[in-house]
């Protein structure tokens, strides 16, 4: 017994400390390689860039929040007259893209705003033009979010036009494939499409994309080629919108 | 030059010195995966920097330790993308077949080899995935194969091109942290026997 821990004691111990560390990390999804590669990154963000990006982006945004305020409030306005109780909304938090997706299989971004921001699992990310993905994973000062571009992100959706539903799936990073439930459907180039109301991970009536081109010969249902809006490849900053998803996340 | 001031430095220190040049480069490794900088990147796609470090790792190492950081780099991957499926299976392997490649006929064109051993790999791993992938998920990724085929050559030329960056310098501190310590073995047992 003793020769055999003098011979590969050093090893063995070795061996179940680098496994068990890197089980840690697993299973703390790597929080620690995020927040030291948060720490690290952010003083090379260039921040002349940062700060007129930022003047940028939120000019577009109080553009459009104000827009969206007026909607509301009309919106509200009507729903009161139908005695239609909503939730109160919750604000928005900006937060920069300080990460891109760590193999070819995925398509995700690390963000530059965690818990200590407010950001939850499931909240929804949009850039300018519409939405591009939801929050799967949070630490202190990042989070990690799945794009709808992935191939394994399922969207519900429906062609604003004619209401037809379907679901959408990622192809690559500018479009996505959306598959109808039916044999019939009205739909043609040109048409956009919104996250739908039967969607369980997305708020319903986001804008995501239009119609590039549909296959009717496809079976079961047609397909079409859908260009989403955001140019994600571009982009630098995102909102993150607060919602709770309507199923329960892991 | 290193090497003199490093031979006066007990062996103790420059174990640990080992010790964190190991886990130093596996986090830079981990932070190179994140980022996308110009030159950096082929189409979108990143070298497969945890790849290239288990190769560096295994090429002058027995099978039994290539296995290991082949599953604790593999377990490291899964946290920083998704575990479904795990990326421990192809980065074992990978660190198994390096160890038992037979480099010893070719050992003068360092580079050239480990550029290939990575692009080879990086499709063996690349290949495993697809498979687990179409194993797990009940849609196969039929009408994005072309664009995964696409992603991998691309995956595989850019990790090929930058592997002897992180080879060169892990290969020299390692090859002299050998003699040192074959040096200083040497010296302890002639010692021993002039007792």
Redesign the interface.
Known sequence: MYRWWDKYGWKTTLTILALSVAWLLKQTQATAIAETYYFLVSPFQSQQQLLLENKLTNARILQLEQRLNELEQQNKQFKELLDYAAAQPRSAITAPIIGRSADIWWNQITLGKGSKDGVAKGFIVNGIGGVIGRIIQVTPHTSRALLISDPHSRVGAVVTRTRHPGFIQGKNSQTAVMHFFTQVVDVRAGDTITTSSLSYLYPAGLPIGQVKSVNFEKGPAPEAEIELNVPIDLLEWVVIQPFSPKVEIK | MLEINLNKTPLRWLYLLNVLIILGSI?LC??L????LPGLELF???P?WLLIWVVVWSVKRSVWRGA??G?????????????HPS?VLSLALVGILTASLRKQRYAREDFIIIALIVFVMVIVT?TI?ALQ?SLT?I?P?E??RQ??QY??L??ATISSIWAPVLYYPLNIWWENLQKIERSKTKLGKTKIKGK
């Not at chain 2, 995966?33 to 996308?36: F, G, P, Y």
């Not at chain 2, 599953?71 to 575990?83: C, E, F, K, N, V």
Request: net charge neutral.
């Open positions: 986090l981990c932070i995966l994140l980022l996308r979108g796609v990143s497969n290991v950081a599953i604790a780099l593999g377990l490291i991957h899964d946290a920083l993308t998704s575990p990326h690349e995935l992938f998920f849609n990724l009408n994005i664009y995964y992603r991998i691309s995956s």
